[in-house]
């Protein structure tokens, strides 16, 4: 069997006096996509966190090639959550691709035609050459979503680390953006762990989900975990699972009350 590029043995983060998540055991694989679900507050945003080293896990080990997780390690690539760029930045696409090289092999100190090489290879690999000289700020949401992918990519890493992508994203640009990943690491066998509250538009992509909900989680294949036996179990709680039109529709978690509402408000709230 491969080595896992990640491993959590009974990790706990403890937040503001609060345990977000504890005996949390996870292995991720190269090329393993893995979604990670939950409502606000269950401490998605953190676990990544921890990951590059933000936070430190108040209890359990979490290894990365086998070594102790540190602060900054370039193989561990960071697709934040979405914010739009400022208005008025003048940083164009290029730029910002040029920017994930920094620190890298490919990075400042590098002749500048590879650097450039470098660029236009990530640039058309995401599929945004053609608007890579165009402010950041004037773009679409989804095509911004292409160029942050991008820079994340441009260091070559080893685990991807993506949050909430897909927000705010028409439903188009949530399959581009969600197949580049998906394309680009089976392609480069890097591990992903991608942060969503809505799993349906990754759903035949994903190998495993972390189902994190109220400090205990689930981890397995969709089929595992999204059923309603398994997560009533988890929320202590009547939760059902109903599976339509290839879509999964979680109904009666605690924290998510509001989720089914709003579904064809935005259809982003259902893990
Ligand atoms: N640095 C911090 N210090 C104290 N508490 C924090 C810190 N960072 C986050 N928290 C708290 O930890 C909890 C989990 O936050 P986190 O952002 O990880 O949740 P999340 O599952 O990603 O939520 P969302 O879906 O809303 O993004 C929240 O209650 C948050 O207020």
Not at 128 to 135: D, Q
Not at 216 to 235: I, M
Request: charged share 25%; glycine share 12%; with cysteine.
């Amino acid at each position: 069997m491969t080595p896992p590029l990640l491993s959590l043995r009974a990790a706990e983060l403890t937040l503001g006096g609060r345990v977000l998540w504890s005996g949390v055991d996870l292995d991720v694989a190269p090329g393993e996509f893995v979604a990670v679900l939950g409502a606000n507050g269950s401490g998605k945003t953190s676990l990544l966190k921890a990951i590059l080293g933000q936070h430190r896990l108040s209890a359990g080990s979490a290894t990365f090639l086998g070594e102790p997780l540190r602060h900054g390690d370039r193989r561990i690539g960071y697709v934040p959550q979405q914010r739009l760029a400022d208005e008025g930045t003048p940083l164009r696409g290029r730029d910002l691709v040029g920017l994930g090289l920094d620190g890298h092999r490919w990075g400042v100190g590098w002749p500048s035609r590879a650097r450039r090489e470098k660029v236009d290879e990530v640039l058309d690999a995401v599929g945004a050459a053609h608007y890579a000289r165009v402010p950041v700020a004037s773009l679409s949401g989804g095509e911004q979503q292409r160029l942050r992918i991008g820079q994340a990519l441009a260091g070559d890493p080893r685990l991807l680390l993506c949050d909430e992508p897909l927000l705010s994203l028409d439903l188009r640009a949530q399959g581009v953006v969600s197949e580049l990943i998906d394309r680009t690491r089976r392609a480069r066998d890097f591990g992903v762990l991608f942060v969503t509250h809505d799993v349906n538009p990754v759903l035949g992509m994903v190998d495993r989900v972390l189902y994190l909900a109220g400090r205990r989680f689930r981890v397995g294949t969709p089929d595992e975990v999204l059923r309603s036996d398994v997560l009533s179990e988890l929320y202590d709680a009547p939760v059902d699972v109903v599976r339509a039109r290839g879509r999964v529709i979680i109904v009666g978690a605690p924290d998510q009350t509001h989720a089914h509402e709003h579904e064809h408000d935005h259809g982003a709230d259902l893990p």
